[in-house]
């Protein structure tokens, strides 16, 4: 009878008295657990989520961009974007994300190329004049135009004299209010690689005989502002990539000239009898000193005979300053 008992089967391991029995040996360790389980869905889902966020990008950019040198700004970082996808792509051994990748590279390198073999729109003229206002003693320009070219101008026989080309009819009005009158110039709206305002070439001419506020508006532009016989109660220039040169005579009061690019080049022509002072935010190269200006508690200043001071304030993220005292 004692032969007939069965005895449990053992792996050929005793297991000592008090040792834990395997089922107490808690989770089983990371090498022994299954792979992930693969999900294609959620991949493909994000692809194209990516896709259509990348696609929305590159539209949106294509319609705001309206010069060379914006769009090569704007195709660096995509181009990056799309050789880093192109890269994670073959890494993970992924065809479908280094095509996006790939793609994207392309519409970086073929923006500006589609762009700089393109050519504007017919240029359009327009000439324009005005009187002075009856009881005007002050006056303001605002001058709101795309990239191109800027030149402002004393010796206007009336309130003001213009000849504006451009790829678009510009339009000028005057309105008075008191004894202020402003002229008021714009140039049409027109954005994208294709209809793009960069053929800008603006000549404006002012009279002498009134207090000037002058402001600028624009994006890619060499501007010329010659304010040297105007009594000038104030200058502001908004502008992307630029050149300016801002030519001004001895003040009359205290004179905010405030000057906002991304970046480029900024020449202020003073007379040595202008007391200036001159306070630039964000990275800069510049010839204060060279040019006799000594720093004072944050800004620059150099000394002057006369009553009035100019207060020049320049905001940029990288540009050349230049102060060159006549």
Do not use: C
């Not at 022994?32 to 990516?50: E, F, I, K, N, S």
């Not at 960069?198 to 506020?213: I, K, P």
């Not at 992307?240 to 000239?257: I, N, Q, Y």
């Amino acid at each position: 009878m004692a032969s007939d008992i069965q005895r449990p089967e053992t792996s050929g391991v005793s297991q000592l008295p008090g040792s834990p029995s395997p089922g107490d040996l808690g989770p089983p360790l990371l090498e022994d657990r299954a792979p992930p389980r693969a999900r294609p869905g959620a991949y493909w889902t994000g692809l194209v989520v990516l896709g259509v966020g990348l696609a929305v990008t590159v539209a949106t950019l294509a319609t705001r961009v309206t010069s060379i040198v914006q769009t090569i700004l704007l195709a660096i970082p995509l181009a990056l974007i799309g050789v880093g996808l192109e890269r994670v792509g073959r890494g993970t051994g992924r065809g479908s994300l280094r095509s996006v990748g790939a793609i994207l590279l392309v519409v970086a390198v073929v923006g500006p190329l589609v762009l700089s073999l393109s050519s504007p729109d017919p240029a359009v003229i327009v000439s324009s004049s005005q009187p002075v206002p009856s009881g005007a003693a002050r006056a303001e320009l605002r001058a709101t135009m795309g990239g191109g070219q800027l030149r402002v101008a004393p010796e206007a026989d009336g309130l003001y004299e213009a000849e504006l080309r451009g790829p678009g009819r510009p339009s000028a009005q005057v309105t008075t209010a008191d004894d202020l009158a402003v002229l008021d110039l714009r140039s049409p709206a027109q954005r994208g690689m294709l209809a793009r305002n960069r053929g800008n070439d603006w000549r404006v001419q002012l009279n002498t005989s009134l207090a000037w506020q002058v402001d600028v508006s624009a994006g890619a532009v060499t501007a010329d502002l010659d304010l040297r016989r105007l009594n000038v109660r104030g200058v502001t220039v908004q502008s992307g990539v630029s050149r300016l040169a801002v030519r001004l005579g001895d003040p009359a009061a205290e004179v905010p000239v405030d000057l906002q690019l991304s970046t480029g080049l900024v020449d202020l022509y003073v007379p040595k009898s202008a007391t200036v002072e001159v306070r630039v935010e964000g990275l800069s190269m510049d010839n204060f000193r060279d040019a006799g200006l000594t720093r004072d508690a944050g800004l620059w200043r150099a000394e002057g005979s006369g009553t009035g001071r100019y207060l020049v304030r320049v905001r940029t993220s990288g540009a050349r300053v230049r102060v060159h005292r006549e």
